[in-house]
């Protein structure tokens, strides 16, 4: 009898190592897919590599607009059952995607808050937009405009416009662009100036940001992570989204220009 105890613990011991490769083996064969709209892409993208070292868990990370029709749009994939971990996105987004079932809005935890601004083509000269008279010039002098199909777009055609008294004059030079950054369009010379937020036009090429929306004309737009409730790796979704809250996420969101919503200690 004991003899074939010390067997099973000999074997057990010998078991150990290869439980331990297997588990490894595992992680770093998980990946974790993760739609993310324009706003906090760049973010992502800097931090996937640490989470990966960290974690073993490769992040599929997928431009995903979060709003809007085109096939790329979040609500879009998630109604072709496209499959999907996490969802970061803004936070406005997120209620009919709880009205469809396909998230829970208990589980949603808001990031940043992310500001509109105007860029202009590399090379041109930078207006004054420090006013709204001043950006209000600004914008009856240019020939063409585009901002995006998604919440800083819809700030910009169904509110700015107004605000300044231009709506009509305008919304017949505006252009709304579906799923390509708007700063691609300004660098390419097809708009004379772009609206979008903040961090999505910092990671183009090509553009001058010539700044923030003056004063009570800015829009402030918050930024939420929440998981699918079908979600393959529920459990690393939970904790890809609280590690998105943690103090070097942070850091990683002020460099982009936006302000971060949630910090916890680094343990």
């Not at 749009?73 to 997120?94: C, E, K, T």
């Not at 709880?98 to 940043?112: F, G, Q, T």
């Not at 699918?228 to 529920?234: G, R």
């Not at 460099?255 to 343990?267: A, T, W």
Request: hydrophobic content about 40%; charged content about 15%; proline content about 6%.
């Amino acid at each position: 009898m004991k003899t074939q105890s010390r067997k099973n613990r000999f074997i057990f011991l010998l078991l150990i190592p290869l439980m331990l490769f297997s588990a490894q083996s595992v992680a770093r064969e998980t990946t974790l897919i993760v739609f993310c709209s324009g706003g906090l892409m760049g973010v992502l993208e800097q931090l996937a590599p640490v989470w990966q070292q960290r974690t073993g868990v490769h992040l599929q990370l997928e431009a995903a607009p979060s709003m809007g029709n085109t096939p790329q749009s979040i609500p879009q994939r998630l109604a072709h059952h496209q499959p999907a971990d996490v969802l970061v996105m803004v936070d406005a987004g997120i209620k009919p995607l709880v009205e469809r079932k396909w998230v829970s809005i208990n589980n949603r935890l808001p990031l940043a808050n992310s500001y509109v601004a105007l860029a202009i083509a590399a090379g041109k000269r930078k207006p004054d937009i420090s006013t709204p008279d001043k950006l209000k010039a600004v914008l009856l002098q240019a020939h063409h405009v585009a901002y995006s199909d998604s919440a800083s777009g819809r700030y910009v055609s169904e509110k700015l416009y107004k605000k300044l008294g231009i709506e009509k004059q305008m919304l017949a030079k505006s252009t709304m662009i579906p799923a390509t950054p708007v700063g691609k369009i300004v660098a390419s010379g097809k708009a004379d100036v772009g609206f979008q937020q903040l961090s999505e036009l910092q990671a183009v090429k090509g553009i001058t940001v010539v700044g923030l929306l003056p004063g009570s004309l800015q829009k402030t737009t918050l930024y939420s992570a929440v998981p699918v409730d079908n979600s393959a790796h529920p459990s690393l979704a939970r904790d890809f989204i609280h590690y998105l809250s943690s103090a070097d996420v942070a850091g990683i969101i002020r460099q982009k220009g936006m302000s971060p919503i949630n910090q916890q200690s680094n343990e």
